[in-house]
């Protein structure tokens, strides 16, 4: 299947600092990407999603101006957590997906995640 | 109301045993159904697409019942790997954007003991 990347796989900083996570299909052109944050013992929930070369759609609840993400290529997208406060401590997973290889079916392949530990 | 129901669990059942996970969905113009596995600390990996006509893969079975909003996963002779939460997932297509999403439930998990 195809392979997602993120980087870096943990972090942890102070509050108040900004912390970038980089997403990146590997083997495959990603036109969409979808950022998630999963708090302990809860579900994967949607922060949002974006198209190469276009804003990103934020879901509700979801601060646009705290998590700026930028899909500037086809093979990669950034999520920036501004000025990061404990509250923000989270495992932030990204998928993406190849909309003409996988035409017609909703096939989303998953990076295997960034927790953040904010202090 | 959740848009993705699921039992927490922990199902603790001995090796060999058969266990059944049920899940609800809310939204009844939902497209498309999924069962994925996530292991501690770890991405959820899919497990397997869930039809009307119900579908089968090795020991596992996925049905769905869009009447009921209903989706259930049977697992056979449960292995010690089979430990793991089992997230049920809802793909719904957005209104205001025409794209689609996955909604995920919180996860049912379970554990398989020698």
């Known amino acids: 299947g195809a392979v997602v990347s993120q980087h870096p796989s943990w972090v942890i900083c102070k509050s108040g600092t900004s912390v970038k996570i980089e997403c990146r299909s590997l083997?495959?052109?990603?036109?969409?990407m979808f950022w998630y944050r999963q708090f302990p013992k809860q579900s994967l929930m949607l922060m949002a999603t974006?198209?190469?070369?276009?804003?990103?759609?934020?879901e509700q609840g979801v601060e646009k101006d705290k998590f700026l993400i930028n899909h500037a290529s086809l093979t990669l997208s950034t999520l920036t957590v501004t000025s990061a406060h404990p509250e923000d401590s989270s495992f932030y997973i990204c998928?993406?997906?190849?909309?003409?290889?996988?035409?017609?079916?909703?096939?989303?392949?998953f990076g295997p995640g960034t927790r953040l530990l904010v202090l | 109301r959740k848009e993705v129901e699921q039992d927490p669990g922990p199902f603790n059942v001995p090796e060999g045993a058969t266990v059944a996970f049920n899940c609800t969905y809310s939204?009844?113009?939902?497209?498309?159904f999924f069962w994925y596995r996530q292991d501690c600390r770890k991405e959820p990996k899919l497990l397997m697409s869930?039809?009307?006509s119900g579908n089968e893969d090795g020991r596992f079975t996925a049905q769905l019942n869009r009447a009921s909003q209903y989706i259930s996963l049977l697992i056979r002779d449960s292995k010690l790997s089979d430990s793991a939460t089992y997230l049920c997932?809802?793909?719904?297509?957005?209104?205001?954007?025409?794209?689609?999403?996955?909604?995920f439930g919180t996860g049912t998990r379970l554990l398989v003991s020698p």
């Open positions: 939204n009844s113009a939902s497209q498309s």
């Open positions: 083997d495959f052109q990603a036109t969409t």
């Open positions: 869930v039809y009307s």
């Open positions: 974006s198209n190469e070369g276009s804003k990103a759609t934020y």
């Open positions: 997932v809802v793909n719904d297509l957005r209104g205001d954007t025409g794209f689609q999403k996955l909604v």
């Open positions: 998928s993406a997906r190849d909309h003409f290889r996988d035409r017609g079916r909703e096939t989303q392949y």
